[in-house]
């Protein structure tokens, strides 16, 4: 929603260009998004921050120098990045650039990720290796954020964890260090949600250096629930014991905003309480499961995530989703006695759907001999004729096309055309008939493709959830969704909400005054 008036609050006082880094006019003026702790609410506070800036006028963008997600997106240009990074460039309304996430870490095990690097990946490394090596990535990270901000006026920066984190801070590129480097002035957002704000913010500012504490020019309480007013005496406490401003207290907002944060509340519902059931497997290392948001968006649709047989029961579709450790998530599916169940229900004609690394757990036999993924060989779920086998090389695309001519219970999808993007290290051939025009594969009521985001497009995901809900002997009724408008929707709630509970004119002054 714009603004009433057509002009945004203090934009006279407020001047792209007075904000310099050493000395040198760089473009954008920077304002940076630190927390108290992981899940406070970062990325969605930086996406609002993105949208009202942008209806107030201004050319904006985020920016978050590393970031530690499995939830990824491929670039028009072939790139990596982090799809929070992306959700925030769709609220500020640019298209998603490498630029806004230069380095993305992609967890492959408990103390290892893929290091992605201006898109492409650099390799694997183990924590305490990429601990000694990510200063070295400083260049890249400065290069990436001046190149963006010489083409915004504002640069929305976004940290990660906690700001406070003690045995991290010698070596930190993405928190203090990054609004260092950027010298941009830093909003601290607490979780009142979760309790113990107060020792939240107040207690990071204790943590922190003085001159980290003099960078810190505002504190944000977000998620609180209940009447405002009765925090009024919390906020006196907070200006009082902290010697900052509270910027403001943000609301728990219900706005249905893809969030990468594998902490995301979307991962924990088990409830089934729809007219149409749809089940998605939560494999440990589960990665784009805001592939499966859209359903969500339809009437009557409930998606939850199954992490025990017990919870499975008989729902209208399973989806076996991505995941960034094929071998060892298939394992978990044998060990925790949810693949029998799937079997069944497959062999009864339930409808299953595998998105990227769940159609080749799909398949028969998937092999890492150049240990790319940890190595080793196993037999997959043997539901489609498919093998895959991983290599270094990462496929990397947009893919746009048509389904093939679709048997079974989707055969509803003949022709239908998607679009998305594949991001996979291996090559699977299949035996079975082809999914797509562009491959995938499918067997009787079984179905895979590397494709994230194909349920996206409404011509995919309406007629999935039309026939499930005839498979019931009902019809579905409800609005046809437009998944583009819908999300610009949500920014404009999620912008509004923030807007009517933050002191605009003094995140403007901010901004203007820098550090």
């Not at 009864?348 to 990227?356: E, L, S, T, Y």
């Not at 009521?445 to 985001?453: A, D, L, R, T």
Request: aromatic share 6%.
């Amino acid at each position: 929603m714009n603004r009433k008036d057509n002009k945004p609050p203090c934009k006279r006082s407020f001047d792209k260009h007075s904000v310099r880094h050493g000395g040198t006019a760089v473009g954008g003026s920077p304002i940076m998004i630190q927390g108290t702790m992981s899940n406070a609410g970062k990325s969605l506070f930086a996406a609002a921050l993105c949208r009202i800036f942008r209806q107030d006028g201004y050319s904006v963008a985020p920016f978050k120098s590393q970031n530690m997600a499995l939830n990824s997106y491929i670039t028009a240009d072939g790139l990596e990045m982090g799809r929070a990074q992306v959700m925030q460039a769709e609220a500020a309304g640019i298209e998603p650039s490498v630029l806004m996430n230069p380095i993305l870490l992609k967890p492959t095990t408990d103390v290892g990720s893929q290091v992605i690097v201006n898109g492409e990946v650099r390799g694997n490394m183990r924590a305490m290796e990429y601990f000694k090596h990510k200063k070295e990535l400083i260049p890249d990270i400065m290069k990436a954020y001046t190149t963006l901000a010489a083409q915004h006026d504002i640069i929305v920066i976004e940290g990660a964890g906690s700001a406070a984190e003690l045995n991290l801070k010698s070596d930190d590129i993405v928190n203090m260090g990054m609004a260092r480097l950027a010298k941009a002035p830093v909003l601290l957002v607490g979780d009142i949600d979760r309790g113990g704000v107060f020792a939240q913010l107040l207690g990071t500012l204790m943590l922190i250096e003085k001159e980290e504490q003099d960078m810190i020019k505002g504190l944000v309480v977000n998620k609180f629930r209940g009447d405002k007013s009765i925090f009024q005496s919390g906020v006196d406490i907070l200006e009082q014991r902290g010697g900052k401003p509270v910027v403001g207290v943000v609301p728990y907002i219900n706005c249905d905003i893809e969030d990468e944060d594998s902490l995301s509340e979307k991962l924990e519902n088990k409830s089934s309480d729809g007219i149409v059931d749809i089940a998605v497997i939560r494999l440990p290392r589960i990665s784009n499961f805001t592939d499966f948001d859209v359903f969500r968006q339809y009437e009557g649709v409930s998606v939850r995530y199954v992490t025990k047989p017990s919870q499975l029961e008989t729902p209208d579709l399973i989806i076996i989703p991505g995941t960034k450790s094929t071998i060892h998530d298939r394992n978990w599916l044998y060990e925790s006695g949810i693949e029998i169940a799937v079997r069944r229900l497959a062999d009864k004609g339930f409808p299953i759907f595998g998105i990227c690394g769940g159609y080749q757990i799909l398949g028969e036999k998937i092999s890492d001999p150049d240990n790319s993924e940890g190595g080793g060989s196993v037999d997959g779920m043997g539901l489609l004729r498919c093998t895959t086998v991983f290599s270094q090389e990462k496929n990397r695309s947009r893919t746009s096309g048509r389904f093939a001519d679709v048997n079974g219970v989707f055969s509803c999808l003949s022709g239908a055309e998607f679009t998305g993007y594949e991001i996979h290290m291996g090559e699977t051939m299949s035996d079975d008939e082809p999914l797509l025009d562009c491959g995938g594969a499918q067997k009787g009521n079984v179905y895979g493709c590397y494709i994230h985001g194909i349920f996206d497009s409404s011509d995919v995901s309406e007629r999935i959830v039309k026939i499930l809900y005839e498979r019931k002997g009902l019809v579905y009724s409800g609005n046809k969704i437009d998944r583009r408008a819908y999300k610009e929707k949500q920014y404009d709630l999620l912008a509004d909400e923030v807007r009517k509970n933050i002191d605009m004119e003094l995140v403007y002054k901010i901004l203007n005054e820098g550090i």
